[in-house]
């Protein structure tokens, strides 16, 4: 690493990230109106220039001064005598001018009323501040899901990008505090692109038709393939039905959420055992809460591979409970005993305070044993 580079580190210096995007040309297409009012204004400075040079033998400068002046109806004096066909001039240039003045602004009055140059503006500068975003979660479709969606990743720090077609969607995302949405089909390229895809930890797709969500999901994976990337996006959504839930996992989600379902089963959880509601609320779901659950993949290289669970001695260390095992093959093991092995890749179901999970995800990374197991 040069000086300079460990400069920029020390005082976290990064260059900014370009968006996948280019809006130039959106931007462009909404300033064509304003090229007319622009040659007709130039083309007036310059006959108004030339007409002072020749009726009234001004210089190049002077003749550009006087032009300006008469253009603009400032009205400071003359700069020199002018002739008899230059006061003539002078008036026809006046009212040129004032026709030319009325019409530019006529343009500019009517491309502001339709809003169509403040909102590719504010589009390309939010495209812009979505590019510094890396990990965040791509959410399509603007619903109670992602109302309540947002809020909990507002509490957690999680970053997030919102696309929907809504056209009040800059009103929707300040009502509900969206930092960054993009407005547009979710399902096309252009919007995931928008949203800086490329730099997403994954999509959410909560629309409520199962197909706005298979071409979500299509989308994201032929995008994902152009790519080449190491480790595919993490693609969520949701489905009124198991037929449908089935359908959207076998096309490329990761996971699909049945709301109805999980409701139902909290409410049979809640009805069977009215005092679990306080307990879940109290310990799982309030955001200051000190218990957290969390998975954590053991690594090829982890020092905890095929060693049995008391062997690891995590609990003793780290004070997290490990719950549940799941093996390479998706097998499941809630609660394993003491002589559960870890294998690699396996995923492992931690409770614990915040503080002790992330100790006992360190551990596991880990090479070799810990120095801590000498003591225990």
Same mark, same amino acid.
């Given at each position: ?30 300033? !064509? ?13 310059? *006959? ?33 005598? $002018? ?30 009323? %339709? ?14 501040? *979505? ?7 791509? $959410? ?30 800059? !009103?929707?995302?300040?009502? +509900? ?26 999509? *959410? ?35 009124? +039905? ?35 509601? +306080? ?13 957290? *659950? ?63 999970? +992330? ?9 070799? %044993? ?7």
């Amino acid at each position: 690493m040069s000086f300079w580079d460990r400069v920029r580190k020390f005082l976290n210096w990064t260059r900014s990230s370009k968006p996948d995007v280019n809006l130039n040309f959106e931007l462009y297409e909404q300033l !064509k109106p304003f090229r007319l009012p622009l040659i007709l204004i130039v083309s007036l400075m310059l *006959i108004g220039t030339l007409g002072y040079m020749v009726f009234s033998g001004f210089s190049l400068s002077d003749g550009f001064y006087q032009a300006g002046m008469t253009f603009t109806t400032v009205g400071f004096t003359e700069v020199a005598e $002018i002739s008899p066909a230059g006061r003539i001039f002078t008036v026809a240039f006046i009212f040129a001018g004032f026709g030319a003045f009325t019409f530019s602004l006529g343009v500019v009055i009517e491309s502001l009323k %339709k809003g169509f140059l403040v909102n590719a503006i504010r589009e390309r500068n939010m495209v812009n501040k *979505i590019a510094r975003l890396k990990n965040h979660f791509v $959410i399509c479709y603007h619903n109670i899901y992602t109302i309540e969606l947002a809020k909990q990743f507002r509490e957690n720090h999680i970053p997030f990008v919102v696309i929907d077609i809504s056209d009040d969607l800059s !009103k929707i995302a300040h009502d +509900n505090k969206y930092p960054y949405f993009i407005q547009g089909e979710p399902h096309t390229e252009l919007s995931l692109l928008k949203s800086h895809l490329s730099s997403a930890k994954g999509v *959410i797709a909560l629309s409520s038709n199962i197909a706005d969500n298979i071409a979500i999901i299509a989308t994201v994976r032929l995008y994902e393939k152009e790519l080449e990337l190491k480790k595919p996006y993490f693609v969520m959504s949701v489905s009124d +039905n198991d037929l449908d839930a089935d359908k959207l996992k076998k096309l490329g989600a990761d996971s699909v959420i049945l709301p109805s379902k999980l409701a139902a089963q909290r409410l049979s959880a809640i009805s069977v055992r009215p005092d679990m509601e +306080n307990i879940l609320e109290r310990f799982l779901y309030k955001k200051d809460s000190l218990i957290d *659950i969390e998975e954590i993949v053991v690594p090829s290289h982890s020092w905890v591979r095929f060693k049995r669970l008391r062997e690891t001695r995590l609990r003793e260390i780290t004070s997290a409970d490990i719950v549940g095992i799941k093996d390479e093959n998706n097998k499941f093991t809630p609660m394993p005993g003491g002589d559960a092995i870890i294998g690699t890749n396996a995923t492992l179901l931690v409770i614990g305070t915040a503080e002790g999970i +992330n100790y006992t995800r360190k551990l596991i990374n880990g090479r070799y %044993k810990p120095q801590e197991l000498k003591y225990v």
